[in-house]
């Protein structure tokens, strides 16, 4: 596990910005609880080639984009972090905002490729994304 204070440097270059200790111990590892929902979603439209999955998910980090928080966040916020005795994850910050729209126009490209049977291009960026999404 990484020390506290590499996570801290990561978490604020994706725009956390001002997490105590104990927040930062709550909440640090949920923060990845979005990334990983989108990357098995995108390793599911890619494997299954599916142009209306990738297309679902790109309206979803889109949706990341505008909102305070990505939709998956939400989940967390009012369903998971009760059982688990958390505090609700805080907004994103510019940084993840825009890794959700990069990875819409991704997803896009994606679910059109698929659907014009350029089934070669659609594993690779689906690949790629899935791969690239969660690293």
Sequence with gaps: MAAPDVIRKRLETQGF????????AQVGPWLRWSP????VFMAAG?????PGILWGLALTAAAGVVL???PFD????????RLTGTRP????GPPRKFACGRAAVWLIATGFAFA???STVG????GSCALRHYS
Excluded at 17 to 24: F, P, R, T
Excluded at 46 to 50: C, I, K, R
Excluded at 89 to 92: A, I, M, Q, R, T
Excluded at 123 to 126: A, E, K
């Design 74 to 81: 939400y989940v967390y916020n009012h369903g998971v972090r």
């Design 36 to 39: 990983a929902w989108c990357t």
């Design 68 to 70: 305070p928080n990505h």
């Design 123 to 126: 594993y690779v960026l689906g």
């Design 46 to 50: 890619t494997v299954l080639a599916s």
């Design 89 to 92: 994850l805080p907004p994103n």
């Design 116 to 118: 014009q049977r350029a």
């Design 17 to 24: 910005l001002g997490l105590d200790d104990e927040a930062l």
